[in-house]
């Protein structure tokens, strides 16, 4: 498929990892807040991704995890899996898995390690290349910040161009309007799915930069939603009025609350029973809990209500 044509476009969040105050998963939130998500309007959504606390998830606990999303959102919506690691093996195996249980996307980030630990670029793209040939889905390189790994609009498009698979591109790195649009440019059709990211907080500008889908927070795609198909129908001022209506919230979530948003939303809205998030990370000071809450109920999103 093409950029012209994407078999994926619109709104996929990122789902969050339920735990409960121990810790353990929570298997039944996790399939309430599934039923949620889709009930607000994704057009698909994204699991085991970095606001899905994935660093904090055992091998084991992917594959349930996994397994419990996939069976139980069964084909209601596409599911992109990250599959995310540093070695190349362990990232087509994980991947080949996710594949054979049903996953429409796969995402990965480049191989990082730490603060220091890189590859250069060429090992970069027979990483990329060595995972296309073992999976027959699409790859969505993740560029965040998060990795340290700089990866040009140039080099993006050489592995659009040159490796099967890798053809969707989320991008949530300073500058992200211009890099979409330099990728489009020099990727063209090649560039299937140029995405926004970081919770929306560049959408509009990474909509006009010709943006085709946007993986944002779970728990308000009710908002966000509008926003991608009033911009898509060439209706810039309703796209404006409304990004402009949501923004608060969604400057909260990428700038104070972080990854805990989502699950402070469901908790609030009924959706899951424990928001807390996996030790040793903190939990939400309480008075920025209180301002997501308060900014969240002007608003009001199907999140706040759906449980309730």
């Not at 670029?121 to 027979?126: K, S």
């Not at 300073?174 to 990728?183: F, N, T, V």
Request: net charge negative; with cysteine; proline share 6%.
């Amino acid at each position: 498929m093409t950029l012209s044509a994407p078999r994926y476009r619109g709104i996929y969040p990122v789902a969050p990892t339920t735990f409960t105050e121990s810790g353990a998963l929570d298997l039944a939130s996790q399939k309430r807040c599934f039923d949620f998500m889709i009930d607000s309007g994704v057009d698909g959504i994204c699991i085991l991704a970095n606001f899905s606390e994935q660093f904090l998830l055992s091998d084991d606990e992917r594959e349930v995890l996994t397994r419990t999303a996939l069976e139980h959102i069964a084909g209601r919506v596409p599911v992109i899996v990250t599959t995310t690691h540093f070695g190349t093996t362990v990232c087509a195996e994980r991947s080949r898995r996710a594949q054979g249980m049903g996953a429409a996307m796969l995402m990965v980030m480049p191989p990082y390690h730490g603060a220091t630990f890189r590859v250069p670029e060429a090992q970069t793209f027979e990483f990329y290349a060595r995972l296309s040939d073992a999976v027959s889905i699409p790859i969505m390189v993740q560029d965040a910040p998060a990795s340290g790994t700089v990866l040009s609009a140039a080099f993006l498009a050489k592995m659009a161009k040159e490796i099967e698979q890798v053809s969707y591109f989320k991008i949530e790195t300073p500058g992200a309007a211009s890099k979409l649009r330099e990728l489009i440019r020099l990727g063209g059709e090649a560039i299937e799915g140029p995405w926004d990211g970081e919770e929306a907080i560049t959408l509009l500008p990474d909509l006009d930069a010709g943006a085709t889908g946007a993986m944002t927070g779970g728990a308000f795609a009710d908002g966000i939603r509008p926003i991608i198909e009033a911009h898509r129908a060439g209706d810039m001022d309703q796209a404006f009025a409304l990004y402009q209506r949501w923004l608060p919230l969604i400057n909260v979530e990428n700038r104070q609350a972080g990854f805990l948003a989502a699950k402070a939303l469901m908790k609030e809205g009924g959706v899951i029973a424990c928001e807390a998030p996996r030790h040793p990370w903190p939990a939400m000071h309480p008075e920025v809990r209180k301002g997501l809450i308060a900014t969240a109920r002007r608003l009001d999103p199907l999140v706040l209500r759906w449980g309730k």
